[in-house]
């Protein structure tokens, strides 16, 4: 994966806790992909760690918690938040480390709630969370602190409201589809429902319930960031892996066949998620246009840098200041000397053909200034 616009402004312009993490392992291992990239791999391996210590209320056999560990650590956007520079799978930490405090010792830890205000905005749904859990709990004390954490949370950061209202409920529903995978997200819908009126609502369903029903109200006027929510939903897994195992023990063998095919299907759709994470090279045969597959914005610039720094090329102008910022994280500076284009040159001094597979994604034009 090469460094993307979005991840480039958070190491060069940006200032925000993304930029201290990106640039702190800059610093100590190097300018390249795998110091870009450690910091939230990192995370993701504490995640693991805390939804572990986490899933112990949730289990009684050591083999239950197991099953709910990994099928957490291949949700599809859960291995997305850890490859990628966002705030997703930070947030996904805090919030786990948030309730893991509340689990053990059966408080809310408010030095905790103050810090995340500096944090990132999502944690407005948290607060928000916590202030409907006050509510049925009758905690006069986090009602006040949530409230009033939340209505900061707000002034600070507000959401945008900005443009024309338009409806994206079903891009809402298709997204979070991907972060589990389909039939998994069917499932969290279920489970989500069946403990509401069972009244099973421990401090996990009410984040993530107030996290999905917030993002469905915001989504009939405007398409929602997804990483403000996915953290507060994702955490609900070892709620609905306890409900589907308890399913299945409660019926006579004969009748768990339709559940067993069905947990099937879902762990071959998770894995096949993950293998095409991981490989996703070979899907540029099957795509027509190689802007659409999904990988795309992470992809050819530092084959393209390398073949510049193989022609002695280090400082070139383009156009593009997306790219450009881009080439910089790989120590391609603006400069006079070269002109770079992707639009298709007759004359040309270099050609650079970025291919996988045999198939062109990628074509830059060079031309040496005189």
């Not at 999502?122 to 006040?144: E, G, N, Q, T, V």
């Not at 190689?290 to 022609?311: G, M, R, S, T, W």
């Amino acid at each position: 994966m090469s460094i993307s616009y979005g991840e480039a402004l958070n190491v060069f312009k940006n200032t925000s806790l993304l930029t201290i993490l990106t640039n702190s392992s800059i610093y100590i291992f190097g300018q390249n992909d795998i110091a870009l990239r450690l910091p939230f791999i990192l995370f993701y391996l504490l995640c693991l760690l805390l939804m572990f210590y986490l899933s112990k209320d949730f289990f009684k056999k050591q083999s239950d918690r197991y099953i709910s560990l990994s099928i957490f650590m291949i949700l599809p956007g859960l291995i997305s938040a850890s490859l990628l520079v966002n705030s997703a799978i930070v947030v996904t930490f805090l919030v786990l480390l948030y309730v893991l405090y509340y689990q053990k010792l059966k408080k809310h830890s408010y030095a905790l709630l103050v810090l995340f205000l500096f944090v990132d905005n999502s944690f407005a749904i948290l607060y928000l969370a916590l202030f409907f859990f006050s509510l049925r709990h009758k905690d006069k004390k986090l009602l006040i602190i949530s409230l009033v954490l939340f209505i900061i949370s707000m002034s600070i950061y507000g959401f945008d409201s900005s443009g024309k209202p338009r409806g994206f409920l079903v891009d809402t529903f298709a997204i979070y589809a991907t972060i589990f995978s389909p039939l998994l997200f069917i499932y969290f819908f279920y489970t989500v429902y069946r403990s509401g009126i069972k009244r099973e609502r421990g401090l996990i369903w009410y984040i993530a319930t107030t996290s999905l029903i917030f993002s469905f109200i915001l989504s009939f006027r405007q398409r929602i960031n997804i990483e403000d929510y996915a953290p507060y939903v994702v955490i609900f897994l070892p709620y609905m892996v306890r409900t589907f195992l308890h399913t299945i023990r409660v019926r006579l063998p004969q009748f768990r066949n339709k559940y067993y095919i069905i947990s099937s299907l879902v762990l071959i759709v998770l894995f096949t998620n993950l293998f095409f994470t991981i490989v996703n090279k070979p899907l540029y045969m099957l795509v027509e246009d190689p802007k659409k597959h999904f990988i795309y914005k992470y992809d050819y610039v530092k084959q393209l840098a390398l073949n510049l720094k193989e022609n002695n090329i280090n400082n070139i102008y383009t156009d593009d200041e997306k790219l450009s910022l881009r080439l910089k994280f790989y120590n391609i500076n603006s400069g006079d000397e070269f002109y770079l284009t992707t639009k298709e040159l007759k004359i040309y001094d270099y050609k650079f053909d970025i291919k996988y597979y045999g198939k062109i994604i990628y074509t830059a034009y060079i031309i040496k200034k005189i």
